[in-house]
């Protein structure tokens, strides 16, 4: 195993940890203090940022696009995300789900697999690129957004459904979760839209021409003109509830599925 | 009924409805573009690479490869799928740049009419009442608006005073910035293929030199090569040094790398991969060079032969006239595992006429071999694939998508704040209602609008 495999597994833990304490707030409001629920967040950051830095220490900046550490990364960017968006006034259980969210695909990771052995990491000479490195990185925060983004959405829909409580709470429930997700859903449109030009630059200066059908490419614009989609639902108030919810959706189910080929870059030949 | 179809077709194009639509239409396309197979640009339609891949086609398509090649789903990129939603896109956003700069101009500068139709008798903005005078009132709004960083102007028209505040106004223009930024993407993606040229595949070893096509008094040529390899054989990282000739005489020369190619007048070199070369002279027992011949099309008889081979194109013939002899060298990209799992060359030597071999040797470096008494050096190295590539629409799309990104962080980062106040009332007792004369994202705006409108009140009421 490793050496930062332990790590790994220790930010994990951590990050159980925060799930339980999120989802105990929401059920018992004001029981534990913030500073307790933010420290479990900056312990995971902690520790997850250590097997990061070892782990591209170890085999080269580019290795980050590695699907495996390039979901890692991404929920690095997930949580600090959240970390700065439970400052906002938003509800609570947002970012409850989206710490869950974020545990079901860092367990998920580790269950698949331990990290890569740097030794077996065959980078190519054309992954060794700022700019590949640039649309990587912003590519992941794009997709640590739509996770964030997922949180509101998933409480806008859970308030949807029928239950005893009063209408008028139901309603502010909605309302806040619609405005958390479509705040964030903003903070990814420059992040996606630099990480589709930082793509095209990359692949002008290696093969001299920025159109490219590679999957990673044509699935990052695909979830770019979702995410503008998304964004112009909210000029019309018939198109800000369900349409809306069902595009984040869409666009972080895509999200999630673009991780694992942005590492096509790794080893790219004409 | 008469119908205004100018007016109809205007708010169609600029309607949001349109937009989604496109947006919808694009993505399948481009789904579609992604799960089928599309033609490299490269390839020459009469090429035999084109065949190949046409025969491709026709075994994973069956009866579904000719139409869909018809219908241009194998080529998407040149292909009316692509251009019409990108046509019509580029009106949407000219007709919606044009509609956002004219609401801008009168957020910006709205008239005495704008501000009274804003507060007219169906508009549900929210306020208050003061009991105090009109001026003290007007003085203190614009007090608590300019503590938040609004610039304020009054204006007074038939008793009724006018406020209008802005804050970061000028980021206001960053999403016209935005669509202009799109509009000149849009272009250069629409215009990519027409304008653009692309020469890839030009294999050179050190010292060769290659005209390009594109622009025939330009040549290229290679004056050094070297390809780290890791184990397996893939590249790890390339180094090469170019020169650019026109008409013979130097204008440029300098290295050139994956990522970082070399420029001159609108055309860039780029280091694309490598392949294996093997040198071959041969001599005989006296040390007099014997004559060898390239068993290729264009071969010649010359005292040095060069093999460019590739892991598809692994054997080269050439033949030894003097000795009547042809010399097959098969590249083995795959590590043998009696070699300790490096590539090696397989060199045999075959007497014209017959299919036993009078030599054979395995080689993992450059070696002096002799056969039947005379010495042939292999000398292994490495060429390197270039490509010479022109594409003026690169500038006019990064300058594109540097103004979207610019518009889109200004109106995103500085989002700009419009609030309009109107003050009526008599001696004793005022009225004062805001409005947000934003039309999108009303939503959340309002929201906004509701909490600063609590806020001011709640200051009124507590000095």
Same mark, same amino acid.
């Given at each position: 195993m490793a050496p930062e495999t332990a790590l790994y597994y220790t930010a994990n833990l951590a990050l159980f940890a925060a799930v339980l304490l999120h989802w105990w707030n929401v059920c018992r409001p004001a029981r534990i203090p913030d500073r307790i629920l933010r420290s479990t967040l900056i312990l995971f950051v902690t520790l997850q940022g250590v097997a990061l830095v070892w782990s591209a220490a170890m085999s080269g900046p580019p290795s980050i696009a590695h699907p495996w550490l390039a979901t890692m990364l991404m929920l690095e960017a997930t949580i600090l995300l959240c970390l700065l968006l439970e400052r906002r006034p938003g509800p609570r259980a947002a970012g409850a789900i989206v710490v869950t969210l974020a545990f079901f695909v860092h367990s998920y990771s580790l269950v698949i697999g331990p990290p890569p052995l740097w030794e077996d990491l065959t980078i %190519?000479?054309?992954? /060794? $690129?700022p700019w590949y490195m640039l649309h990587v990185l912003s590519a992941l925060v794009a997709c640590a957004v739509y996770v964030c983004a997922a949180g509101g959405v998933i409480v806008y829909v859970a308030a949807m459904?029928? /239950? /005893? !409580?009063d209408l008028a709470a139901r309603g502010t429930l909605q309302r806040d979760g619609k405005a958390f997700a479509q705040g964030t859903l903003t903070l990814a449109f420059p992040w996606l839209t630099g990480s589709v030009f930082a793509q095209a630059a990359w692949t002008y200066l290696a093969w *001299?021409?920025?159109w490219s059908w590679r999957l990673a490419g044509v699935v990052l614009i695909i979830l770019w003109l979702i995410l503008v989609a998304t964004l112009h639902t909210r000029a019309r108030s018939r198109w800000q509830g369900t349409i809306c919810a069902l595009l984040t959706l869409i666009g972080l189910v895509l999200a999630l599925a673009s991780l694992p080929l942005l590492g096509q870059g790794l080893v790219a030949t004409w | 009924m008469r119908i205004d179809i100018l007016d109809l077709s205007w708010r169609t194009f600029g309607s949001h409805r349109f937009t989604l639509a496109i947006l919808v239409v694009l993505m399948l396309v481009l789904a579609c573009g992604a799960i089928l197979p599309q033609r490299p640009d490269e390839v020459a339609a009469d090429s035999p690479q084109y065949a190949h891949w046409r025969a491709d086609l026709q075994i994973r398509y069956l009866q579904w490869a000719d139409p869909l090649t018809d219908w241009g789903f194998f080529s998407i990129r040149d292909s009316y799928w692509l251009e019409i939603p990108l046509a019509l896109l580029i009106v949407n956003l000219v007709v919606c740049a044009i509609d956002r700069f004219e609401n801008t101009r009168r957020r910006h500068r709205p008239t005495s009419q704008d501000l009274a139709a804003a507060f007219s008798g169906g508009s549900h903005a929210p306020g208050f009442l003061v009991v105090e005078k009109m001026e003290p009132t007007l003085a203190r709004l614009r007090g608590l608006l300019e503590a938040r960083r609004y610039r304020v102007h009054v204006r007074e028209t038939e008793g009724v005073s006018y406020v209008t505040a802005l804050r970061f106004? %000028?980021? !206001?223009?960053g999403a016209l910035l935005g669509h202009g930024g799109l509009i000149l993407i849009i272009a250069s993606v629409l215009l990519g293929p027409r304008l653009a040229w692309q020469e890839p595949g030009i294999a050179l070893g050190p010292g060769q030199e290659h005209r390009i096509q594109h622009a025939p008094s330009l040549s290229v040529r290679l004056d050094h090569f070297k390809a780290d390899l890791y184990p $397996? *054989?893939?590249?790890q990282s390339y180094e090469a040094n170019v020169t650019i000739l026109e008409d013979g005489s130097e204008v440029t020369r300098g290295p050139v790398s994956p990522g970082a190619p070399l420029w001159y007048g609108g055309m860039s070199v780029h280091q694309l991969s490598h392949g294996p070369l093997v040198d071959i002279s041969a001599a005989d027992a006296e040390g007099n060079p014997m004559s060898l011949q390239a068993l290729v099309s264009s071969g010649t008889v010359l005292e040095e032969v060069s093999l460019l081979l590739s +892991? +598809? +194109?692994s054997e080269g013939y050439l033949a030894v006239p003097q000795r009547n002899l042809v010399l097959r060298v098969v590249f083995q990209p795959e590590p043998a595992p009696e070699l300790q799992g490096s590539r090696s060359l397989v060199v045999q030597a075959y007497r014209e006429g017959t299919t036993e071999p009078v030599f054979s040797d395995t080689l993992r470096d450059s070696a002096l071999l002799e056969i039947e008494g005379d010495s042939y050096a292999i000398e292994w190295g490495q060429y390197a694939v270039l490509t010479a590539a022109g594409d003026p629409t690169v500038l006019p799309m990064m300058a594109g998508a540097a103004a979207l990104l610019a518009g889109v962080v200004a109106s995103g980062v500085l989002r700009p704040q419009f609030i309009w106040a109107r003050v009526r009332g008599n001696e004793s007792l005022v009225e004062v209602r805001l409005q947000h004369p934003a039309e999108e994202n009303q939503g959340v705006r309002t929201h906004e609008l509701d909490s600063l409108v609590a806020e001011i009140k709640e200051e009124f009421r507590g000095s």
């Open positions: %190519s000479p054309f992954a /060794r $690129n459904l029928p /239950r /005893r !409580d *001299g021409t920025y | 106004p %000028s980021a !206001d223009w $397996n *054989g893939k590249a +892991e +598809e +194109e």
